[in-house]
């Protein structure tokens, strides 16, 4: 194949078209294109009108089963059939829609506005396409115009879908875009589709087919020809980390930027590791944001640190992502996976080696926490861990607590001691006057009821204090 003069210098074809895996393609190429692939004109005509259908109802987002096919939207695919183009226009055509399952008015008419479009150009005949299954850039226009210009590219696979081949891969084209300007996803316009065009002519009979061949090599080193035994990196999910070119891509080199959608978050976390990506991009991984809303996050994430966000209720994460943003319950979720991720928990029939084990148990859930918690671990008779129990939540400053409420569940469960723990919500551990009177109230009803309270453990701020090993727990 001849090297393509490249459009500006670019040196995407000209790099795609020097590696060992573009031959496959060349071959895949001259296979994919005979010219008996063709079906029959009068059988062309039916099959291009239901891929035409099966396409509509996919880029519509409606349900493209064949059992829709051939109930609810009957009305649709028999329209070929019945219609007839001199005595039906989009109202027409409205209406025979108006038999299928409920459509947005605007979505209608959009429908009616592309089919009317279809039967007109139609009368044309298919010879419009060619007698090659190559369809010529002229013709594919023509095809283009009967949709709305959103859909200049995904257009051109219904006719793929029937055995005709118009240059236009939206994979080829897409890894261009990134590998020459560092674009994770291009806008799909009529205008990228032409300037895509012009760069895939090629000097002279690329693969057998011009535009055609470089068109098509590129569309494999996306990953778009893996039916027919091609592979390629550069795919909507881009392996760069086994790219040939991810030395020269201008994506893969412009890690500092910020990333724009989901897809090219998650293509990053692959190319780099999770450990290698900030906390906006992480962030971003895992939710749908658009570009408007990651920056907003990424700027308050900026201001306020992550780690603010841990111990935040409901509405205060809703108040952070100022209402308007989706994913509250989302990112509340996360952080509670990130806290149990975090958390050393005893498990039921581990042994208890003293305060540090308690400290570790309940650390994360506390750490953040902006109320006081009254909470206790029960140890069985090998002073193994046996479970916990909250016992109260208070204010701010304190948690009430009755001496009750702490041994209800015990006695139920037949604990042999218990350590109960609180946490102070300053940061602060070293127990209050009252931490102490209430501990010795505590260790005297446990005295009573048989069931020792061995250790009273205070958590503040990354910190704790035992008041066992203070010698708080022995009083006259
Ligand atoms: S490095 Fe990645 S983005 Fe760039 S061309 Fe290769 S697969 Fe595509």
């Known amino acids: 194949m001849a090297k393509p003069e490249t459009a500006g210098g670019a040196p995407f074809l000209e790099r795609v078209a020097a590696l060992p895996s573009s031959e496959a393609a060349r071959q895949a190429f001259t296979r994919y294109v005979q010219p008996s692939s063709l079906p029959r004109e009068v059988p062309l005509q039916g099959a291009l009108y239901r891929a035409l259908a099966d396409h509509l109802l996919r880029w519509y987002g409606l349900p493209a089963t064949p059992a829709a096919a051939a109930w609810e939207w009957a009305p649709l695919y028999r329209l070929e059939r019945e219609i007839d183009p001199h005595y039906f226009g989009p109202r027409e055509i409205a209406e025979r829609l108006g038999q299928c399952p409920p459509l947005p008015p605007d979505t209608r008419a959009e429908l009616a506005d592309i089919l009317t479009r279809y039967f007109q150009w139609r009368q044309g005949g298919l010879e419009q396409l060619g007698a090659q299954p190559l369809v010529n850039h002229d013709a594919a226009e023509r095809w283009q115009r009967l949709f709305p210009p959103r859909f200049a590219w995904r257009c051109l696979d219904v006719l793929k879908a029937v055995g005709f081949y118009p240059a236009g891969s939206a994979g080829g084209y897409r890894a261009q875009q990134r590998f020459e300007r560092g674009v994770f996803e291009p806008a799909w316009s009529a205008t990228g589709w032409r300037e895509w065009i012009e760069l895939c002519e090629a000097p002279s009979g690329a693969a057998g087919g011009g535009a055609h061949g470089w068109d098509f090599v590129a569309g494999a080193f996306a990953g778009e020809w893996t039916a027919l035994g091609v592979e390629g990196p550069c795919g909507p999910e881009p392996l760069c980390d086994r790219c040939p070119l991810a030395a020269d891509c201008a994506w893969a080199r412009g890690k500092e930027r910020p990333v724009r959608s989901v897809a090219e978050a998650a293509a990053r976390l692959r190319m780099s590791g999770p450990g290698g990506l900030d906390e906006g991009t ?3 991984a895992l939710f749908g944001l658009d570009p408007a809303q990651a920056a907003a996050w990424r700027e308050r994430l900026e201001r306020t640190g992550l780690r603010a966000l841990a111990g935040r209720s409901l509405p205060e994460l809703e108040a952070w992502l100022k209402g308007g943003d989706p994913g509250a319950e989302r990112l509340s979720a996360l952080l509670e996976l990130a806290k149990r991720l975090a958390d050393e928990r005893m498990l039921p029939g581990e042994t208890f080696r003293g305060a540090r084990d308690v400290f570790n148990h309940f650390r994360m859930r506390l750490r953040d926490s902006k109320q ?34 702490v041994f209800t569940v015990p006695i139920r469960e037949q604990a042999s001691a218990v350590v109960v723990v609180h946490n102070h919500p300053s940061g602060d551990p070293s127990p209050s006057p009252e931490d102490i009177n209430l501990t010795q109230q505590l260790v005297k009803i446990g005295e009573l009821v048989g069931i020792p309270v061995i250790d009273h453990v205070v958590i503040g701020d990354e910190r704790f204090v035992s008041m066992a090993e203070r010698g708080l727990l022995n009083f006259p």
């Not at 193994?384 to 701010?396: N, Y």
Request: hydrophobic share 40%; net charge neutral; aromatic share 6%.
């Open 282 to 284: 992480l962030l971003h």
């Open 372 to 405: 006081e918690q009254f909470l206790l671990i029960m140890l069985d008779s090998r002073r193994r861990f046996q479970g916990e129990v909250e016992v109260s939540k208070g204010t701010m400053e304190r948690a009430l607590v009755h001496p009750r409420d």
